[in-house]
């Protein structure tokens, strides 16, 4: 079981950046893929990135190609998502998930999820 905690949310101008942190603890981290979602007021779930278990792999969906980056840090446990460039539509609750899978963008193949940090982008 893998135990997942989001940190680095807040209200940002557009245009800014934030880092997202999302910390692990439990399982081996190295065995998850591991993924970021975001779900604005009223809608659903959003996929945002992936990244395979070595950081090798990524994905991202087209909205955030080239302003967000996901990376991880095996030796701490960690997982980020980088923000750059942010759009008031950007603004969400995140949430990192793992997956026993290889990367995905599907919410129902990640096994754990976080709790979520709120990340507001004001015009």
């Known amino acids: 079981q893998v135990h997942l905690v989001e940190s680095g949310g807040g209200l940002v101008q557009a245009g800014g950046s934030l880092r997202l942190s999302c910390e692990a603890s439990?399982?081996?981290?190295?065995?998850?893929?591991m993924g970021w979602f975001r779900q604005a007021p009223g809608k659903d779930y959003e996929f945002i990135s992936t990244?395979?278990?070595?950081?090798?792999?990524?994905y991202y969906t087209d909205s955030v190609k080239g302003r967000f980056t996901i990376s991880r840090d095996n030796a701490k446990n960690t997982a980020y998502l980088q923000m750059n460039s942010l759009k008031p539509e950007d603004t969400a609750i995140y949430y990192c998930a793992a997956s026993r899978g290889y990367i995905t963008q599907a919410k129902n193949e990640y096994d754990y999820w976080g709790q979520g940090t709120q990340v507001t982008v004001s015009s």
């Open positions: 439990g399982d081996t981290f190295s065995d998850y893929a």
């Open positions: 990244i395979s278990w070595t950081g090798v792999g990524t």
